[in-house]
């Protein structure tokens, strides 16, 4: 089967939504100073700022699959748009601390929503040999808008705006936030949830519009998996037969926060000015750092429909946990500081190669199209969850000693090794249908 002009179009523009998620992800990393500078924040008043977005994430992931299977995937996202832009707008023209928090918060709920429907509607729109390219298509944009947000801020940086250039680098992104709005309007709805709606006939279309093969037989396939005929298209999650998915879905998106990554790409200049490096010196080390994930998500994406997804967890874990360990040594010594951003990195490369590849994709292909809106919102909601915490504590604990989350980073990779290979299945070639019956879900 090769790729429709549809399937494609599609594709990249659900992925827009990756693209505000990593924007809004790391640009906070170059306004932290200017943030504690404006609002005169302390420590914890620094990370509540931060960290408020995620209990907005919290939320939206929490929520998403409401509308998500109510509306509809694609309509959903277009509510998440319209929260990105506000979000950037009001960030912009925020006129005191508390409104910031408040319009952070409403970009936490974007960013949440759109991280749990983006994945799915792509997953449920991919055919299964291109699967993992095509969802790992927005872990691409995610990284391509953590590159973005680290350049952007860069470039502000050295325009010399004043104390407050942070308004012009939260802002920036209503301009993509107002381009993903429009261009969801030229996307059909996912299939699958067509299906789940008994719009049988609407379905069918979708998948000739998308370049499937066997309409008739993928549809047959699509339908008696969700069960339309028997009334089971709208079933609870936390039943004793989801048990597995929900262990696996569970499991990887707390690996990936206790990683650390999202702790780390909020903190980065912070982390190098602790190291000794200027603020533009900090900001250029930041765009490596962030050209690196791209690059490696590249790599990554090229390569998990032939090697597979459990693989690149576990060469992904062993690297992630060297590279913490060495980072939590240089802090605790005190020297060698110089050799910071090639561990940073190669941490990076390792994450991007693995965690950050893998687990939108992932999480995606391991629930039935019957309750997969509940359990992508709930993988997602653990991936939010622990990155508020990840990111609230981080601060807090560095600046009482500064390898200290280091080594708990690296301990959990190395934890994260024994249960992927213990446990996790290898979803590569599958369909979801297929992937359904590996794992015995009635």
Known sequence: MTLSASLIKSTVVAALGGLLFGFDTAVIAGTTAGLTHTYHLSPRGLGTTVAIALVGTIIGAMTAGIPGDRFGRRDSLRGMAILYLVSALGCAFAWNWYSLVAFRFIGGLGVGGSSVLGPMYIAEIAPAKWRGRLVGFFQFNVVAGILLAYLSNYLIGLASLGSEDWRWMLGVSSIPAALFFLMLFFIPRSPRWLAQKSRIAEARSVLYLIGEENVESELQDIVASIDVEHGHAEEPLFQSKYRFPIFLAVSIAAFNQLSGINAILYYLNDIFARAGFSAVSGELQAVVIGATNMLFTVVAMSIIDRVGRKKLLLVGAVGMTICLAAVASIFFAGTHEHLLVWLLVGYIA?????????????????????????????????????????????????????????????????????????????????????????????
Do not use: D
């Open 350 to 442: 390792c994450f991007a190669f693995s965690q950050g590849a893998v687990i939108w994709v992932f999480i995606s292909e391991v629930f039935p199209t019957r309750v997969r809106a509940k359990g992508q919102s709930l993988g997602t909601l653990t991936h939010w969850l622990v990155n508020a915490i990840m990111s609230w504590t981080f601060p807090v604990i560095a600046a009482k000693s500064r390898g200290a989350p280091f080594v708990f980073f690296s301990a959990m990779m190395a934890l994260m090794f024994f249960v992927v290979l213990a446990s996790y299945p290898e979803t590569k070639g599958l369909s979801l249908e297929e992937m359904q019956r590996k794992l015995e879900i009635a």
